[in-house]
C-alpha cells in the first residue's frame, strides 16, 4: 500500500504544477486546463487525508470537487467560446489589456 | 424529517431557481419578465421564512453540514433580503430573463450555504456555487462593454482562487482528520496549531483563499476591473451579499486569529490604507467605489480580529451590523449608477448634471455616498464607530486609528463624487436617466431606511439580535 | 423636558417641510425657514428663563447597546450659545431672502440641518450624540459652500471639510480611549460626559487624550497654525454661510474645549497650557497683520476672526475667572461683530459683484445707512465701549495680567492691530474716492437692516449689561460638580498658588469675586 503521505506530496507537487501553469500560460484554455490540474492535487490531498485518518469524509469532499471543477470548466469554456467571438484570441495577456471600444 | 425542515431554504431556493429558469425558456417579453421577477421574490420570501422559522440551533442537517444556530440565520436572513432587493432593483435583461433570475436565485443559493456552513464541505460548495453563478451574472450583457473580459478574468482569478483555498483545506483535513467545522476548532484548540506545520500552511492558504473572495490587500487587482465590467446590481450584491456569505463563512474559523492574527492585522491594516490610497487616482465611479469596498473590507477585518470581545457590541456583532449597514450602501449606490445610460464607462464626469434631470436619485446616490464616507446621519456612521470600538476593546489600539486615518484619506474621492454630481455644471446635453418606477422606489426606500437607521442604530441592533 | 427636544426639532421640521415644499415658490421654503428660525429664538429665550433655577435637562436611551443616550442639557453657557445660533440663524434667513435665487429650498434645508447640528453640539452631554452633531455640521457646510459660494467655492469646500474631518478623528480616538478606561474601572459602558468626568487617568494619559481633543478642536477654532481653511472657506461662502461659519462654528471649536478637552483632561490642559497661549497670541497678531495686508473685503474679515478667537483661546487658557468670562464674552461679541461685517461684506459683494477695496470707496455718501452699520460693527471689531467687544476684551487682557504681567502687555497691543483693520474696513469702503462701480449701488433694503439691526442691538446689550452673558456662566448653581473621582476640572485648580484671585471652575458653587465681575451676580 502506498503510504499516504507520498500521495500528499505528489498532491503537493501537482498543485504547484498547476499554480505554475496558471502563471506561465497564457492561452485560456490551458489555464483552465492548470486550474483543473490544482482541483485534482486538492482532490488527492482530500483521499490521501482520507487515507491517512480512516474516515470516508476526505474521499466524499473529493466527489464533491469533482463537479464543482468540471461545472467551473464549463462555464470557462463557454466564456472562451464568447471570448474568442469577441477578441479573436485567447491569449488573456491580450484580453486583460485590451481596453474597451 | 426535521433535517427536511432545516434544509427546507435550501430545497426551496435550488428548486425555485430550476423552476423559474424552465419557466423562462417559453417566452421572453417584458409581462413574463415582470412574471419571472416577482415569482423569484416569492421564491427568495419563502426562502427566507423557512430559514426564520428554524428553530435556532435545532438540530443540522446533512451529517452536519447544514448548522442552523441563530447567527447562522441572520446571516442566512440578510443575504435573503439583499438577494431580493437586487432581484426587484436589477433591470433583468429581456432576451434571457429566465437565465438572468435563476442565476440569481442560484447565486443566493450559495449565499444560504455559506451562511449556515458547518463543515468545509459545506464551506467549498457554498463558495463555488455562488462564484459559478456570479461568473455567468458579471458577463451576463456579453456584448456591452468590458462585460466579458471581466467575467473571464474573474473567472480565471477566483478559479485560481478557489482551487489554493481546497487545497488548503485538504491539507487542514489531512492534519486534522475532521471536516466538521466545530470538530476542527476544538481540535485545534486542544492540539494547538504551531505543532502542525501542514495544518499553519493549509490554513494560511485557505486565507489566501478568502482573502481573494474578500478582495483584500494584497488579493485586489481582480476588483476594480471585474466590479467595473459587471452590471450595477450585480456589482452591488458582489461587494454587499457575496463578500458579506465569505465573512459569515469565515467567522467560525475565529481561532485563527491566534495563530494567524499577524497576517490577519497586515491584511486588514493594507486594505484600508491601500483601498483609499488607491481610490484617490481613480477618475471611473465604479473603480472608486471598487476601491473604497477593498477599504471596507479592511475595516471589517477589524472587526473580524476583535472576535467576540468587544463592547455591548462585539467584534461579531459590529461585522453584522456592518454587513447590513454597507449592503444598503453599496448596492444602493452601484445600482443607481446603474440607472445613468451611457456608452462608455461612468466616469466622474458623467455624473454632472445628474441632479437637475432627476434631483431623488441624486440625493439617494448622495445619501449611499455619506453613509460610505462614514457620515452622519447616516448608517455607516454607527457601522464604523461599532466596528472600531470594538477593534478597541479587543486590543487593537493602532488598527483602528490607522482605520480611521483611512477614512479621512478616502473622504475625498467621496467627495469627488458629491462635487461633480452636485457642484459642476452638466456638460452632457444628452444625458439619460432611464428607471421603472419599481426601480426608484426601492432606492429611495433604501436611502430612507439608511438615514433611520442612522438615526435609531438601536432598532437595527435589536432586530439583528432577534433571530 | 421636552423643551430641549423642541429646541433641537424645530429646525429639522422646518428643513422638512421647505424640502418638501419643492413644488411651490421659492417663497414657501424662505418663510418655512424664518417660521422655524423664529420659533426657536422663542424657545431659546424661554430656555434662558428656564436655565436660571436648574438646569434644563431631556435624557432618553438611545443606543442601550453601547452605553450612548440622547442626553440634551442646558446650563448657562450652553443656553447663552443656543441664543446666539438661534438668533444668527433668524438672521442667517433674513439675509438670504433676496441674495439666494437659485436652488432656494436645498438652499434652506442645508440651514436647517446646519442649525440642527450645531444645536445637537452645544447640548448633548453625551458622547455620541455630540460627535453627531459635530460632525452632522460637516455635509450642509460642505453644500453651502460648495453650490451657493463664489468662484472659488470647491476648493474652499473641500479643503473645509476634509481638515475639519480629519481633526475631528484625533478627536473621535481621544474620546473613545476615555470611554474604554471608564468601562475598565467603573465596570460599566456610558458615554455619558458625567461619567466620563470619573474616570481617573494618568498625567501621561491626559496628555495624550488633551492633545487629541485639542487637534480636533483646535482645527475648528481655528488656532494658528491649523488655521488655514478658514480664509477660504469664509471667502467663498455666500452670506449666510459665513455668517454661520463665523458665528457659530468656530464657537463649537471653543465650546468643545471647554465643555469636553478641559474638563476630561486638566493635567494635559494645563501642561500644554503654555504652548496654546504661545499659539493664541500669535493668531492674535497673525491675523490682524495679514488682515490689514488683505484686498479682499471678506478675506480681511476671515483673518479679523483668527484674531478674535486668538483673544477667547487665550482667555480661556489662562485659567482664571477674568478668562473664562472674558472668553465666553468675546465668543458672543465676535459672533455677532464680525457676522455683521460679514452681513456687509455680502450686502456689497451682491451690488458690486466684487470683493476688492480697489473697487469701492465713497460709499458713505450714497448708502449712509450701509455706512453707518459699517462704522458700528468696524468700531464693535475693534472694542468700542458701548459694544460688548470692550467689556470681553477688558476681561481677557485683565486676566491675561493677572496671569503674567507682560503677558496683558502683549495682549492690549493686539487691540491696537485690531482697530488697524478695522478702520482700514471703514475708511477703504466708504471715504477715499468715488468708485465708479458703486457710484450707483442702492443703500440697504429693510430685510437687511432688520437683520443687522438684531446684531446691533445685541452687541449694544451686552456691551451695557455684560451680566447677560457672563451671568449665565453660573447658572445654575451645583451643576455636574463631580461627587466623587475628579476635582473640580480647570487648570487653576491644578497650580494652585499661581493665580492671585482664586479660580473660578466652570462648574463651581461659589460667585466670582467681587473684582473683575459684574456687579451683583446673582444666585
Not at chain 1, 37 to 58: E, T, Y
Not at chain 2, 149 to 168: E, I, K
Not at chain 3, 264 to 283: R, S
Not at chain 3, 429 to 435: N, R, V, W
Request: charged share 10%; aromatic share 12%; glycine share 10%.
Amino acid at each position: 500500500m502506498l503510504p499516504a503521505e507520498q500521495a500528499l506530496i505528489l498532491a503537493a507537487i501537482l498543485f504547484v504544477t498547476g499554480v505554475i501553469g496558471v502563471i506561465v500560460r497564457r492561452n485560456l484554455i490551458f489555464v483552465l486546463m492548470s486550474v483543473e490540474i490544482m482541483f485534482n492535487a486538492a482532490g488527492l490531498a482530500f483521499v490521501a487525508g482520507s487515507a491517512l485518518h480512516g474516515q470516508p469524509d476526505g474521499q466524499i469532499f473529493f466527489i464533491f470537487i469533482l463537479p464543482v471543477a468540471a461545472a467551473e470548466v464549463a462555464i470557462g469554456l463557454a466564456l472562451a467560446v464568447l471570448v474568442f467571438q469577441k477578441y479573436r484570441t485567447l491569449d488573456l495577456w491580450t484580453i486583460a489589456r485590451s481596453r474597451e471600444e | 424529517m426535521s433535517q427536511l425542515a432545516t434544509l427546507a431554504p435550501d430545497i426551496i431556493m435550488a428548486f425555485g431557481g430550476t423552476l423559474v429558469l424552465l419557466l423562462g425558456t417559453r417566452r421572453s417579453d417584458k409581462a413574463v419578465n415582470d412574471f419571472l421577477r416577482w415569482l423569484s421574490v416569492i421564491i427568495i420570501g419563502g426562502a427566507a421564512l423557512a430559514l426564520a422559522y428554524t428553530r435556532p440551533n435545532s438540530l443540522p442537517a446533512a451529517e452536519g453540514w447544514i448548522i442552523s444556530s441563530s447567527i447562522n440565520i441572520v446571516f442566512g436572513v440578510i443575504f435573503l433580503a439583499i438577494l431580493a432587493w437586487t432581484v426587484l432593483a436589477a433591470k433583468a435583461p429581456e432576451h434571457a430573463a429566465g437565465e438572468w433570475h435563476a442565476l440569481l436565485i442560484y447565486a443566493g443559493n450559495g449565499m444560504l450555504i455559506l451562511a449556515r456552513s458547518g463543515s468545509l464541505a459545506a464551506l467549498f460548495l457554498g463558495i463555488e456555487i455562488l462564484s459559478l453563478s456570479l461568473y455567468v451574472l458579471i458577463s451576463f450583457f456579453c456584448h456591452r462593454g468590458m462585460a466579458l473580459r471581466g467575467g473571464t478574468m474573474y473567472l480565471v482569478l477566483a478559479a485560481f482562487a478557489s482551487a489554493f483555498l481546497v487545497f488548503g483545506l485538504a491539507l487542514v483535513y489531512a492534519s486534522f482528520g475532521t471536516l466538521d467545522l466545530a470538530e476542527l476548532a476544538q481540535r485545534v484548540s486542544s492540539k494547538g496549531l504551531f505543532h502542525a506545520p501542514m495544518a499553519m500552511l493549509g490554513f494560511g492558504l485557505f486565507i489566501v483563499g478568502v482573502g481573494f473572495k474578500l478582495a483584500a490587500v494584497p488579493f485586489h487587482m481582480w476588483a476594480a476591473d471585474v466590479y467595473e465590467a459587471s452590471p450595477g446590481p450585480v456589482a452591488g450584491l458582489i461587494a454587499s451579499a457575496s463578500k458579506g456569505a465569505v465573512i459569515a463563512a469565515f467567522i467560525p474559523f475565529l481561532f485563527l486569529v491566534n495563530t494567524h492574527g499577524d497576517i490577519l492585522w497586515l491584511i486588514s491594516a493594507a486594505s484600508m490604507i491601500v483601498g483609499n490610497l488607491m481610490g484617490l487616482l481613480e477618475l471611473r465611479v465604479k473603480r472608486i467605489l471598487a476601491y473604497s469596498s477593498i477599504a471596507h473590507i479592511g475595516y471589517i477585518l477589524v472587526g473580524y480580529l476583535a472576535g467576540y470581545n468587544g463592547v455591548g457590541i462585539t467584534g461579531v456583532g459590529a461585522m453584522i451590523f456592518y454587513v447590513v449597514a454597507y449592503a444598503l450602501a453599496i448596492a444602493g449606490a452601484f445600482t443607481a449608477l446603474s440607472f445613468i445610460e451611457r456608452d462608455h464607462e461612468l466616469g466622474v464626469r458623467d455624473l454632472r448634471g445628474v441632479a437637475r434631470v432627476s434631483p431623488a436619485l441624486a440625493f439617494c446616490i448622495l445619501v449611499f455616498i455619506i453613509s460610505l464616507a462614514g457620515i452622519p446621519p447616516a448608517i455607516g456612521f454607527f457601522g464604523k464607530l461599532y466596528l472600531f470600538s470594538a477593534g478597541v476593546s479587543a486590543g487593537y489600539i493602532w488598527l483602528p486609528v490607522l482605520g480611521l486615518l483611512g477614512s479621512a484619506i478616502g473622504v475625498y474621492y467621496y467627495l469627488r463624487i458629491i462635487v461633480n454630481l452636485y457642484m459642476t455644471p452638466g456638460e452632457n446635453p444628452n444625458l439619460k436617466i432611464s428607471y421603472t418606477p419599481l426601480q426608484i422606489s426601492i432606492i429611495i426606500a433604501t436611502a430612507a431606511a439608511i438615514v433611520f437607521f442612522g438615526c435609531f442604530p438601536q432598532t437595527m441592533i435589536t432586530a439583528l439580535k432577534l433571530f | 423636558m421636552t423643551l430641549l427636544t423642541l429646541i433641537v426639532l424645530a429646525p429639522l421640521i422646518g428643513a422638512l417641510v421647505a424640502g418638501l415644499a419643492v413644488r411651490t415658490g421659492p417663497a414657501s421654503a424662505r418663510w418655512a425657514a424664518l417660521a422655524a428660525t423664529g420659533a426657536d429664538l422663542l424657545l431659546a429665550f424661554i430656555l434662558m428663563f428656564f436655565v436660571r433655577e436648574s438646569p434644563v435637562a431631556t435624557s432618553m436611551p438611545w443606543i442601550p447597546a453601547i452605553g450612548a443616550a440622547f442626553h440634551l442639557e442646558a446650563d448657562g453657557l450652553s443656553a447663552v450659545l443656543v441664543l446666539l445660533t438661534t438668533m444668527l440663524g433668524v438672521v442667517a434667513v433674513l439675509i438670504s431672502w433676496n441674495e439666494i435665487t437659485r436652488k432656494v429650498h436645498a438652499y434652506h434645508v442645508w440651514l436647517l440641518l446646519l442649525q440642527v447640528g450645531i444645536l445637537l453640539v452645544f447640548l448633548a452631554r453625551d458622547i455620541v450624540l455630540f460627535y453627531f452633531g459635530w460632525e452632522l455640521m460637516l455635509i450642509p457646510m460642505f453644500f453651502l459652500i460648495g453650490v451657493w459660494g463664489h468662484e472659488d467655492k470647491l476648493y474652499s469646500a473641500i479643503k473645509f471639510f476634509l481638515f475639519t474631518f480629519t481633526g475631528s478623528i484625533f478627536m473621535l480616538v481621544a474620546l473613545l480611549y476615555v470611554y474604554f478606561q471608564h468601562a475598565r474601572q467603573y465596570g460599566m459602558y456610558s458615554f455619558e460626559i458625567a461619567n466620563l468626568l470619573k474616570t481617573s487617568l494618568t498625567e501621561t494619559e491626559q496628555w495624550w487624550v488633551f492633545l487629541g481633543l485639542f487637534i480636533g478642536f483646535a482645527v475648528k477654532v481655528p488656532l494658528f497654525p491649523l488655521h488655514t481653511w478658514l480664509p477660504d472657506a469664509h471667502t467663498q461662502a455666500p452670506t449666510a454661510g459665513s455668517l454661520i461659519l463665523a458665528g457659530l462654528l468656530l464657537k463649537t471649536g471653543v465650546y468643545g474645549l471647554m465643555r469636553i478637552a478641559m474638563p476630561l483632561a486638566p493635567a494635559g490642559a494645563t501642561a500644554f497650557a503654555p504652548m496654546v497661549i504661545t499659539l493664541a497670541v500669535a493668531g492674535i497678531f497673525y491675523g490682524a497683520l495679514v488682515a490689514f495686508s488683505q484686498r479682499d473685503f471678506k478675506r480681511l474679515v476671515a483673518y479679523s476672526s483668527i484674531s478674535h478667537l486668538g483673544f477667547v483661546v487665550l482667555g480661556l487658557f489662562i485659567g482664571n475667572a477674568a478668562g473664562w468670562q472674558g472668553a465666553t464674552l468675546q465668543m458672543v461679541n465676535h459672533g455677532l461683530a464680525t457676522g455683521g461685517l460679514f452681513l456687509i461684506a455680502g450686502i456689497l459683494q451682491q451690488r458690486a459683484h466684487t470683493r476688492n477695496f480697489d473697487m469701492y470707496g465713497g460709499l458713505w455718501r450714497h448708502a449712509p445707512t450701509m455706512g453707518a452699520f459699517l462704522l458700528f460693527f468696524a468700531m464693535a471689531s475693534l472694542g468700542i465701549p458701548g459694544t460688548g467687544n470692550f467689556i470681553g476684551e477688558l476681561y481677557v487682557i485683565g486676566g491675561a495680567f493677572q496671569f503674567k504681567w507682560w503677558l496683558g502687555v502683549i495682549t492690549a497691543f493686539g487691540i491696537l492691530f485690531a482697530a488697524a483693520y478695522s478702520l482700514r474696513v471703514f475708511i477703504a469702503t466708504m471715504h477715499g474716492p468715488e468708485s465708479p462701480t458703486i457710484k450707483h449701488m442702492n443703500d440697504t433694503t429693510w430685510v437687511e437692516n432688520l437683520a443687522m439691526g438684531i446684531l446691533v442691538a445685541g452687541l449694544i446689550v451686552v456691551g451695557f449689561v455684560p451680566r447677560v452673558v457672563t451671568a449665565p456662566l453660573f447658572y445654575p448653581p451645583d451643576t455636574m460638580v463631580p461627587r466623587d473621582g475628579r476635582e473640580p476640572a480647570t487648570i487653576a485648580a491644578i497650580r494652585p498658588g499661581q493665580i492671585v484671585i482664586p479660580s473660578l471652575p466652570l462648574i463651581s458653587a461659589e460667585p466670582p469675586p467681587a473684582s473683575f465681575s459684574t456687579p451683583e451676580v446673582r444666585k
